[in-house]
């Protein structure tokens, strides 16, 4: 049973990240050995989109932080822009856990073929995007803990 009150939305826990990473996983070693001659270049695009997006969410979070709980010299935050926010986290860290794995698998799929020029820098491509994936991940935690309302206790 959970503690929680009817009405709320809880943590995402350890599991669901590590599920939709393992997925990803496998879909992006089978898509590396059967698909990637059929597949156009990876995108280096996939990168930057990450990070900043995981800038813009550890921005939020830096703030949103704040006006939930109230601090000196902020005003209190709406509860549906929060409610908005809390979204966006929870959508943040199942499309980088699942985008992260996926890349990872690609790049590990990649790897015994590195000494041709395009799947060498499909495979650094790759790694870099699971980088940024897992960037991405931390922030949308770091979202989502920062839109939970303190106990009142």
Do not use: N
């Amino acid at each position: 049973m959970s503690d929680e009150t009817p009405g709320t939305i809880g943590m995402t826990g350890w599991r669901t990240p590590v599920i939709l990473a393992v997925i990803g996983v496998v879909l992006g070693f089978v898509v590396s050995q059967w698909f990637y001659l059929g597949l156009p270049r990876l995108p280096w695009t996939a990168i930057p989109t990450a990070v900043v997006l995981a800038v813009v969410e550890m921005f939020a979070a830096y703030h949103v932080r704040r006006r939930v709980r109230r601090l000196p010299g902020t005003v209190p935050i709406e509860p549906l822009a929060a409610a908005r926010l809390l979204a966006l986290a929870k959508a943040s860290i199942a499309a980088a856990a699942l985008l992260g794995g996926a890349f990872t698998g690609l790049a590990l799929g990649l790897l015994d073929r590195v000494q041709a020029d395009a799947p060498r820098l499909d495979a650094l491509v790759a790694g870099g995007s699971t980088l940024a994936c897992v960037v991405l991940l931390v922030a949308g935690f770091l979202l989502e803990r920062a839109c939970r309302v303190p106990d009142q206790r």
